[in-house]
């Protein structure tokens, strides 16, 4: 391959890409152009991604769905962030002989954050931050963790450490999800219930599913009012997981006591959204996984993977003209 090949990296929101790996290894062989904006139209994202035939997308930031693909006869190689993206059509790229390959993934940063936002919403921490910077004392009450019981929605990798979190914490862990046994939820230290009981009990409600055809929309309207008024809802998986408008309505009609979410149906967040205005939402910008040692696999192992497909491709060439 004679000719350098065009590498973009989509959505590097923090100018962070090529700080954190070294992509000079392919310089010879490539020449490499970083995007630090979003784009939301289609027809924006074709015209820009037309001449590439490499794409570096982090995680679920623009989608590569068949009709964009379709359009973008150069793309031979897409390296997604993670071991799964939900936002690529595998069927299709597979069909227009696109590889994909993904990167490694370092599993503390979201169950972190969750705890995080959960410590900080019972006890009011970024409210009396500002509230200090401002000139304010004590202006409000929190609540202990200890003697209250959470409510896990998924028992799986992350929903399993927030099990553990809040044991430390000496709290009552219920949980449930569609497949959950009984058996499961013991080896987490937690105690299987139906949904039903789950939302009615819990002081906290934190959902860690994967986003499916069969989880989207999980949580209904219905779940949501059986929420004890004093009950902080937290979302650190997908946004799609919950009914948005639902969970807008009975925080507005203050039906709950708040809400702690890092991820949105639409993302980046619009600015006109409801949960930037509300005072008892406490919003993060899907930074579960913004982490530093996460970023490093994440562009480390898309530049290996780039050497590898570009070392295969240079085989296969060399092959063909012999």
């Known amino acids: 391959m004679n000719e350098k090949i065009k590498i973009a990296v989509l959505d590097d929101y923090q100018q962070a890409a090529l700080a954190m790996a070294d992509w000079s290894v ?3 062989r490539a020449d490499i152009t970083v995007f630090h904006e979003h784009f939301d139209d289609e027809t924006i994202i074709m015209d820009y991604l037309l001449p590439f035939q490499v794409i570096c997308v982090m995680r679920e930031r623009t989608p590569l769905q068949r009709q964009l693909l379709s359009k973008l006869p150069n793309l031979k190689l897409i390296v997604s962030t993670g071991k799964r993206n939900a936002s690529i059509d595998i069927e299709a790229a597979e069909e227009f002989g696109i590889t994909i390959k993904p990167t ?16 900080n919403i019972a006890r009011h921490i970024s409210l009396e931050n500002a509230n200090l910077h401002s000139g304010g004392w004590q202006t409000t009450i929190g609540t202990d963790l200890k003697g209250k019981t959470i409510g896990i929605i998924g028992l799986g990798n992350i929903g399993s450490k927030i099990a553990a979190y809040a044991k430390v914490f000496d709290m009552k862990v219920i949980a449930w999800s569609q497949n959950l046994t009984s058996e499961r939820a013991a080896e987490c230290g937690a105690l299987l219930v139906t949904k039903e009981t789950l939302l009615r009990e819990a002081d906290f409600v934190t959902v860690h599913l994967i986003l499916s055809s069969r989880s989207r929309g999980i949580i209904t309207k219905d779940d949501l009012v059986l929420m004890k008024p004093t009950a902080y809802f937290i979302n650190t998986s997908r946004g799609p997981l919950v009914d948005e408008d639902a969970l807008i309505a009975v925080l507005q ?11 949105f149906d639409t993302e980046p967040l619009p600015l006109n959204h409801a949960f930037r205005k509300m005072n008892n939402v406490l919003a993060t910008p899907h930074i579960g996984y913004v982490t ?11 530049v290996k993977n780039i050497q590898e497909w570009l070392d295969a491709v240079g085989e296969r060439t060399h092959l063909q003209s012999t």
Do not use: C, N, R
């Open 26 to 28: 392919l310089h010879d």
């Open 292 to 302: 530093e040692e996460t970023y490093k696999v994440f562009y480390e192992d898309t």
């Open 253 to 263: 009609q203050q039906k709950i006591a708040g809400a702690a979410l890092d991820v």
């Open 104 to 119: 490694g993934y370092v599993q503390s940063g979201a169950p972190e954050l969750t705890w995080a936002l959960i410590m």
